[in-house]
């Protein structure tokens, strides 16, 4: 490969990984053709993009960027596909889903919210994963919920309270 193709690659690594929340480092070496291009449609249908790279140019086009991703270097060896997504957690299920049939993808490493998985025993880990979206929405589910108990709570009691005191005052007639 030319030099000025293998700029041209890294470049596009380095945008499309600042383009993704996330992104997953994957072996996918034992899929065949048909069971890869069928990871490929999975992911597809998922949003997620599948890319397979060379480790030497994936850990240029890594430390091109501003953050340290130092410690996804111990897993850039053998065969790499990154899995890009903007959910944390759906390129997770999907290994998990597609392994069950093919052994196969295997998780080597993850970048998700800015924190590392390494290994494949942090797939689980990953699968129950929230996004920062989805845990803000909950912080504020959770702050709004005792402020409607509170408003029902007075609504309803102004019912009940309005309900007494026209009994009251119909038995005194």
Same mark, same amino acid.
């Given at each position: 490969?030319?030099k000025e193709?293998?700029s041209?690659?890294? &470049?596009q $690594?380095?945008s @499309?990984?600042?383009?993704?929340?996330?992104?997953?480092? @994957?072996d *996918?070496t034992?899929?065949n053709?048909?069971q890869t291009?069928k990871?490929?449609?999975?992911c597809f249908k &998922?949003d997620?993009?599948?890319?397979?790279?060379k480790n @030497?140019?994936l850990k240029k086009?890594l430390d091109? =960027?501003?953050?340290?991703f130092e410690?996804?270097?111990q897993?850039l060896? #053998? %065969?790499s596909?990154?899995m890009?997504? %903007?959910s944390?957690?759906?390129?997770?299920k =999907?290994?998990?889903s597609f392994?069950?049939e093919?052994?196969?993808p295997?998780?080597?490493?993850a970048?998700?919210?800015?924190s590392f998985? *390494?290994g494949?025993?942090?797939?689980?880990a =990953? *699968?129950? $994963?929230?996004?920062?979206n989805?845990? *803000?929405? &909950?912080? $504020?589910?959770?702050l709004?919920?005792?402020a409607?108990?509170?408003?029902?709570?007075l609504?309803s #009691?102004g %019912? $009940?309270l309005?309900?007494?005191?026209?009994? =009251?005052? &119909?038995k005194e007639n």
């Amino acid at each position: 490969m030319k030099k000025e193709d293998k700029s041209n690659v890294i &470049e596009q $690594i380095v945008s @499309t990984v600042e383009a993704y929340n996330c992104f997953y480092v @994957t072996d *996918i070496t034992a899929l065949n053709a048909g069971q890869t291009s069928k990871l490929r449609r999975n992911c597809f249908k &998922e949003d997620i993009k599948l890319v397979v790279v060379k480790n @030497t140019l994936l850990k240029k086009a890594l430390d091109s =960027l501003n953050t340290d991703f130092e410690q996804l270097y111990q897993v850039l060896k #053998g %065969n790499s596909a990154l899995m890009f997504s %903007n959910s944390s957690n759906a390129p997770a299920k =999907l290994i998990k889903s597609f392994a069950k049939e093919y052994k196969v993808p295997v998780l080597k490493a993850a970048y998700v919210e800015e924190s590392f998985y *390494i290994g494949p025993d942090q797939l689980e880990a =990953l *699968i129950h $994963i929230k996004s920062k979206n989805e845990l *803000i929405g &909950e912080v $504020i589910g959770l702050l709004q919920s005792p402020a409607k108990n509170v408003v029902s709570a007075l609504q309803s #009691g102004g %019912n $009940i309270l309005h309900g007494v005191l026209k009994t =009251l005052g &119909e038995k005194e007639n």
